[in-house]
């Protein structure tokens, strides 16, 4: 779930101040005619010396969880107010291994971690409006896996764990969001005597269950039916619950993968929707992002044949809150490469904003980053933004919008060697790339983003797992300046 937060640039900064000479009294002493204008050309080199010190894209900091004895990695992204963020994933503890790990970093960067007791990993944080955290783990792998929520203030003090036990084999975290009454809603999956279904979890800001029980969706008694997967949760403003992902079926002995979307009523956790895409130009599907503003609900994935026979295109589907279809676009449809969207983003308008990939031809096969805006009948591309570098491989797995309509896009670089470092870009509201950041953990293996968020101080922040100097596992989060 990405947060869009309003920014304000400093005027000043952004010399946008206009000095006034004073109006000077005709009585007054020439020497305090100097000394007014000595303070004038302070006032200006004061200002002349933020505007320079202001500095969009700047790398303000990188903090690191990980050493080469006790490794770590972070799998979700999340920010909260007062310029807080958090990441959430793993930590090596000498006595229990592997274990859920959160860090909750202020906007200086200052840092607190904690980690669970029993072994596993976090899958997903979020923020209230107090800035407490919460943190979605899967705990005991090993024993079949369980589900754990935790709570912790503002100062990383535990305040209680939650754990779920769906009574099958194996039940694991995916997704995390608190509604606007402060309650989290936590979205994993639990397998079944058919397959993998879908869980939905709601606890209260005590911890106690907002529901009898866990909303389920299972695939039913068919040895046809397959499993469920997540891909992205959104919540509306009356705190009902938009999950995404895919759904399998088996149709004349092969199995199909079909972009799925599900609704469920935050009050009391009943299903009151759901819907399967039909691809036109290709037979699987999946949804991997969505997002919610007004009465509007967007889903963004792919088209795919698992077969390798037709080429995949990029998907956006449009609905309204009852999960009544409006409109939907498959980009690239009819062509040789395949495409891809892996988020997506509004504005008050309707308005689509979207971040992917397109794979072209050449000589050997390359990838470029893409972002685009689409009007809000998705029939007609306002914009679109490309990156190609002469590595040849770009990839948008995160876009957010800040206040001003700027757009912010993380996802990864191709380097030297095939590996893959993070990447952030910033557009325009018209879509004119205004910068753009790579980083390097400096190690030997891949840097995978796990979420980008925009923060409250002027920050926008991209954090995920990466591999440090001596090939060391770390969690890292790096904050830049818009």
């Known amino acids: 779930m990405h947060v869009i937060a309003t920014y304000s640039r400093n005027a000043q900064a952004a010399g946008g101040v206009r000095l006034r000479a004073p109006r000077l009294a005709a009585r007054r002493t020439p020497r305090r005619t100097a000394l007014t204008i000595a303070l004038a050309l302070l006032v200006l080199l004061l200002l002349a010396a933020e505007a320079q010190a202001y500095v969009p894209g700047q790398l303000l900091w990188a903090g690191r969880i990980g050493t080469s004895t006790s490794g770590a990695g972070a799998w979700a992204v999340a920010a909260g107010p007062n310029g807080a963020t958090a990441i959430a994933g793993w930590k090596h503890v ?70 779920y036990d769906g009574g099958g084999t194996y039940d694991s975290a995916q997704e995390m969001a608190v509604d606007p009454s402060g309650n989290v809603v936590v979205v994993g999956t639990g397998n079944v005597g058919t397959g993998t279904g879908i869980v939905v979890l709601k606890y209260d800001a005590t911890g106690t269950m907002a529901w009898p029980a866990a909303a389920r969706y299972d695939p039913p008694a068919d040895p046809d039916a397959g499993s469920r997967y997540v891909g992205d949760l959104a919540l509306d403003a009356a705190g009902d619950i938009y999950l995404v992902g895919s759904s399998e079926t088996r149709v004349g002995g092969v199995w199909v993968q079909s972009a799925m979307v599900l609704k469920f009523a935050g009050v009391d956790g009943a299903r009151t929707g759901g819907w399967l895409y039909e691809p036109l130009h290709a037979p699987d599907s999946s949804f991997d992002g969505v997002s919610v503003r007004g009465s509007a609900v967007v889903a963004v994935g792919e088209t795919f044949d698992l077969a390798g026979v037709t080429a995949g295109d990029a998907l956006v589907v449009k609905f309204d809150r009852s999960l009544v279809q409006q409109s939907q676009n498959e980009w690239g449809a009819g062509n040789a490469t395949g495409e891809w969207f892996g988020d997506v983003v509004l504005d008050g308008r309707g308005n ?40 040849r491989d770009a990839e948008g797995w995160y876009i957010a919008r800040d206040g001003l309509g700027s757009i912010f896009v993380g996802g ?48 926008v922040y991209i954090g995920g797992h990466v591999t440090g100097k001596g090939d060391s596992s770390q969690a890292v989060l790096l904050k830049y300046r818009r």
């Not at 229990?96 to 970093?105: E, L």
């Not at 669970?116 to 997903?124: I, T």
């Not at 910033?426 to 980008?452: C, I, N, Q």
């Open 94 to 163: 000498a006595s229990t291994g592997q274990t859920p790990m959160v860090a909750r970093y202020n906007a200086a960067g200052t840092k607190w971690i904690r980690t669970l007791a029993s072994p596993g990993y976090a899958e997903a944080v979020a923020f209230d409006n107090d800035g407490n955290v919460y943190v979605a783990a899967t705990i005991n792998p090993s024993a079949g896996g369980d589900i754990a929520v935790s709570k912790y203030s503002a100062s990383g003090v535990w305040q209680w764990t939650q754990t």
């Open 352 to 391: 689509v904003f979207v971040t992917g990939s397109q794979w072209l031809s050449g000589t050997r096969g390359y990838e470029r980053a893409v972002t685009m805006k689409l009007n809000a009948s998705l029939s007609k591309v306002l914009w679109k933004a490309t990156y190609l570098p002469k590595s």
């Open 412 to 459: 990864i670089k191709d380097v030297a060697g095939g590996l893959e470092d993070f990447l952030t870009i910033k557009y325009s509201p018209a879509g004119k790339l205004t910068w753009l950041r790579t980083w390097s953990g400096g190690g030997p293996e891949d840097d995978d983003p796990a979420g980008l968020v925009l923060g409250t101080k002027s920050g």
